[in-house]
């Protein structure tokens, strides 16, 4: 089974810094990356997908790349509504793969 | 709009029985896979069942299988989560979420969730 791991597991911020999350998987999962956003209590919300492709609707400081297992979020400017939690998701066909969360909180 | 609405969780003693529901609206739901996915108190995302469009095959994650069982009913609008013999490892809120267009294990609508609390 493919396992997925992010870091770091809590990253501490100010607004306005750029803000990098690192999730990999534990083999060649080609693109099959998605990134959600999580608040406390609230349902997940869906960033980015293919990893790389924004969600419509989506503020476009959010942004996702790929380097073969390693893929990456990048918040450009952090901003007082983006302190979440966030996963990536390995997707292949109907099967889905969270990896364990990153907790962005205010420094 | 796409709205999904969880309904049916609850307390449930170890080997009883529950069934989740979730009602769709704001698109056309016989067209879209749909999924179950859960969250343990403090923990982290586990995605747990899915379905095809059509209801005719289904789709679960190992710790389930053999307990859990997915449906739909197209007629109404509606997907279902028969729980079966929960254990104390099931207790987690459970989201229903719609599968986005050509890509069917990636969930672009999630419902507001329904907590399943296993305990005697």
């Known amino acids: 089974d493919i396992q997925m791991t992010q870091s770091p597991s809590t990253l501490s911020a100010s607004v306005g810094d750029r803000v990098t999350i690192t999730c990999r998987a534990s083999?060649?999962?080609?693109?099959?990356l998605a990134w959600y956003q999580q608040k406390p209590g609230k349902a997940p919300k869906l960033l980015i997908y293919k990893a790389s492709s924004l969600e419509s609707g989506v503020p476009s400081r959010f942004s996702g790349s790929a380097s073969g297992t390693d893929f990456t979020l990048t918040i450009s400017s952090l901003q007082p509504d983006d302190f979440a939690t966030y996963y990536c998701q390995h997707y292949n066909n109907y099967l889905g793969t969270f990896g364990p969360g990153t907790k962005v909180d205010i420094k | 709009e796409v709205q999904l609405l969880e309904s049916g969780g609850g307390l449930v003693q170890p080997g009883g029985s529950l069934r989740l529901s979730c009602a769709a609206s704001?698109?056309?739901?016989?067209?879209?896979?749909m999924s179950w996915v859960r969250q343990a108190p403090g923990k982290g995302l586990e995605w747990v069942s899915s379905?095809?469009?059509?209801?005719?095959?289904?789709y679960y994650t190992d710790s389930v299988k053999g307990r859990f069982t997915v449906s739909r009913d197209n007629s109404k609008n509606t997907l279902y989560l028969q729980l079966n013999s929960p254990r104390a490892e099931d207790t987690a809120v459970y989201y229903c979420?719609?599968?986005?267009?050509?890509?069917?294990?990636?969930?672009?609508?999630w419902g507001q969730g329904s907590l399943v609390t296993v305990s005697s």
């Open positions: 083999q060649n999962i080609n693109d099959w």
């Open positions: 979420a719609k599968s986005r267009s050509g890509y069917t294990a990636v969930f672009d609508s």
């Open positions: 379905i095809t469009g059509s209801g005719g095959s289904t």
């Open positions: 704001g698109f056309t739901f016989s067209t879209y896979a």
